[in-house]
């Protein structure tokens, strides 16, 4: 109902604007007319409005700009006429582009430093508030383990106390549901390989981790 008075609202600007010299030519006038005042009016709804109604809006643009083009094809002197319409063309789409970029939905939030912390250690939206590892299993434990302990590697040397806390946090989290991994199926492999990554990730989470202290430490001090 709304999308009919909206339309029927917009309609009621579009008039019928010359009278040509036969009932064809008038109509096919007409017809052009109708369209550029179209676009004109619709130009002057408030956004809000048409955002409810914006697919029927759209849609009856595109029927009366289908009708012009075909009008032209009616005018003995059409030059004027195709003028208008590909000027009103140009006006629509151009409104169209601004119209979309209002009624886009906001980007969602960035996410909080822990959470892209989360996101570099696991994968993205793999661990979020719940600190659930249920997904975690005996066919993806080593994998995850390897990913955890890489990118610590990699990213040492930019993390600050707080975000050593957190890597300890989750490492421990990870390490008890390999607990229960182990009795659904861990390979004597895979756990030979995840017992190399935990030798290597222990010296350099206690080693790092003094280093962001101290460095805190001197900085607060300054």
């Known amino acids: 109902m709304k999308s009919i008075q909206l339309l029927s609202g917009i309609a009621v600007i579009v008039l019928s604007f010359t009278s040509c010299k036969d009932e064809k030519q008038e109509k096919a006038q007409k017809t052009v ?6 676009v004109d009016s619709v130009k002057n709804v408030a956004a809000e409005d048409l ?12 029927k009366r700009a289908q009708e012009a083009e075909l009008a032209l094809a009616d005018l003995k002197d059409k030059t004027a006429a195709t003028e208008k319409v590909n000027t009103s063309k140009i006006k629509y789409e151009e409104f169209k582009k601004e119209m979309s970029a209002v009624f886009a939905p906001p980007p969602p ?13 696991f994968g ?3 661990i979020g508030d719940d600190m659930s590892f249920s997904w975690v299993n005996a066919q993806n434990i080593h994998s995850v383990y390897q990913q955890f ?17 957190e890597i300890k946090l989750l490492y421990e989290a990870l390490d008890s549901r390999k607990n229960t991994v182990e009795k659904e199926g861990l390979t004597a492999e895979d756990n030979r390989k995840i017992a190399g990554l935990k030798i290597k990730f222990a010296p350099m989470y206690t ?7 101290s460095e805190e430490n001197r900085d607060a001090k300054k």
């Open 33 to 38: 007319d109708s369209y550029v005042a179209y």
């Open 51 to 62: 955002k409810a109604d914006w697919k029927s809006v759209d849609a009856e643009y595109d």
């Open 109 to 121: 939030p960035a996410p909080s430093p822990k959470q892209q912390l989360r996101n570099a250690l």
């Open 124 to 126: 993205e939206g793999k």
């Open 149 to 165: 302990v890489h990118t610590v590697e990699n990213n040492k040397d930019r993390y600050s106390r707080e975000d050593w806390d």
């Open 207 to 213: 080693v790092n981790r003094m280093g962001a202290k």
